[in-house]
């Protein structure tokens, strides 16, 4: 089955405690991205990824660093977590060009 | 930044009726996305309709495009208590190199009533 694979799906964290979120996609997507989601905001973009080795800040970067090694993956990393980072956070891949996106299922992440 | 308005906020209707939803942006664009969301899930692709169209339609949706004004507007028709999500209007903005920065909206908040 196409998806994009994120975990954990839940977390609690304390704050400075660094984390990983892993994201997965198994249909040969070049571009991957990652988005926060929080009340009356909406979803914002972090980070981006056009292909391997190609990643570029979305409009909440701050305080958050990505990779992308391999086509298939492309991880979240939040080395000092702050309470302000607690959100749902979304994956999502597309084929380059003009294409809907594939969401993850969601992380929903609390720092305490 | 947030490109994307939805309106309205909030919609409730009955079983069967039509549900439709509005979505303003401000810059020019490539497409523009419907998505849903069913309470706190991943985001679901609907449909794209490109900058050089202006009515698309899949199954019961039926979304238009109207460039001059910058709005689209989402037409759920027949609604089913399944519908009720949140959708969710992005855009990608003209840049000639597809989605790559896509922009949502805060979202339309529709509950169908059984």
């Known amino acids: 089955e196409a998806q994009v694979t994120q975990n954990p799906r839940y977390l609690i964290t304390v704050t400075g405690k660094k984390l990983t979120v892993t994201c997965s996609q198994n249909?040969?997507?070049?571009?991957m991205s990652w988005y926060r989601q929080d009340p009356g905001l909406g979803l914002r973009q972090i980070y981006y990824?056009?292909?391997?080795?190609?990643?570029d800040k979305g409009d909440v970067p701050e305080g958050y660093k990505v990779s992308r090694k391999e086509k298939r993956n492309f991880p979240l990393i939040l080395e000092s977590p702050s309470p302000n980072q607690t959100s749902l956070y979304f994956c999502?891949?597309?084929?380059?060009?003009?294409?809907?996106?594939?969401f993850g299922s969601g992380t929903r992440l609390t720092v305490v | 930044s947030q490109q994307g308005e939805e309106d309205p906020q909030a919609l409730s209707i009955q079983e069967g009726e039509n549900a439709t939803m509005n979505c303003s942006y401000k810059t020019s664009i490539n497409n523009l996305q419907w998505y849903r969301q069913n309470s706190g899930r991943g985001l679901v692709h609907l449909i794209l309709?490109?900058?050089?169209?202006r009515e698309k339609h899949s199954g019961r949706l039926r979304v238009t495009l109207d460039t001059s004004k910058k709005s689209s507007s989402l037409l759920i028709t027949a609604s089913r208590a399944a519908d009720t999500a949140s959708y969710f209007c992005?855009?990608?903005?003209?840049?000639?190199?597809?989605?790559?920065?896509?922009?949502f909206g805060k979202g339309t908040k529709l509950s169908v009533i059984p």
């Open positions: 992005a855009t990608d903005p003209y840049s000639g190199a597809g989605s790559y920065q896509l922009t």
């Open positions: 249909m040969n997507h070049e571009y």
């Open positions: 309709i490109r900058s050089n169209e």
């Open positions: 999502a891949s597309s084929p380059l060009g003009q294409y809907g996106y594939t």
């Open positions: 990824s056009m292909n391997v080795e190609v990643t």
